[in-house]
């Protein structure tokens, strides 16, 4: 088995941009997916197949692949980005990240 | 409009078990891969389970195998989740998930239901 390693937290200013990474020996060769979790919520794909965005996630949002870690970018982040964010890909979930917007 | 929905958790004791089942509706359920998902108290995501679209191929995490059994009715649009031997370490709100990919990763979640062992 592998796993996939996030920093535990990462804090931006509003309007700043938010990066949180994933790291994983086979991100190379499997997509990977990142969810926000909003306390007492269930999870909301916010990325898919590295870098593809569902329809009605804002256009802020995007991610990118390089090796063995994926990125996940929030561009202009605002308050209501605050959350928690977990990377997944075959079947394994990152440790996740909490973002706070300062 | 996608919705899953989930029941049967509850309060167990230690080896006890429990039969968690999904609903689900606005989609063509018998098309579509599906995993359970659960969150300890305070903790992150873990996957649990993968059922192909047939119920022909199942994983399962080293976790709970040998004492979890997914399956699925695709005339009732129902996933299910057996869980048998239930420990502490299962106490979780348990998340019906549609997988999107093939490989564990989900686009649409329920809203989970909690599963508490404990004497």
């Known amino acids: 088995s592998y796993e996939l390693t996030q920093p535990p937290s990462v804090s931006v200013s509003p309007g700043q941009t938010a990066r949180i990474t994933c790291s994983g020996d086979?991100?190379?060769?499997?997509?990977a997916y990142w969810y926000q979790q909003k306390p007492g919520q269930a999870p909301v794909l916010v990325i898919y197949k590295d870098s593809e965005r569902p329809s009605g996630i804002p256009e802020r949002f995007s991610g990118s692949s390089s090796g063995t870690t994926v990125t996940l970018t929030i561009s202009g982040v605002q308050a209501e980005d605050e959350a928690d964010y977990y990377c997944q890909s075959a079947y394994r979930f990152g440790g996740g990240t909490k973002l706070t917007v300062l | 409009e996608v919705q899953l929905v989930e029941s049967g958790g509850g309060l167990v004791q230690p080896g006890g078990s429990l039969r968690l089942s999904c609903a689900a509706s606005?989609?063509?359920?018998?098309?579509?891969?599906m995993n359970w998902v659960r969150q300890a108290p305070g903790k992150g995501l873990e996957w649990v389970s993968y059922i192909s679209s047939s119920g022909s191929t199942i994983y399962y995490a080293d976790s709970v195998k040998g004492r979890f059994t997914i399956s699925r009715d695709n005339a009732k649009n129902s996933l299910y989740l057996q869980m048998n031997s239930l420990r502490a370490e299962d106490t979780a709100v348990y998340y019906c998930?549609?997988?999107?990919?093939?490989?564990?990763?989900?686009?649409?979640w329920g809203q989970g239901t909690l599963v508490t062992v404990s004497s």
């Open positions: 998930a549609r997988d999107m990919g093939g490989d564990g990763s989900a686009d649409y």
């Open positions: 086979a991100l190379p060769k499997q997509y």
């Open positions: 606005g989609f063509t359920f018998s098309s579509y891969e």
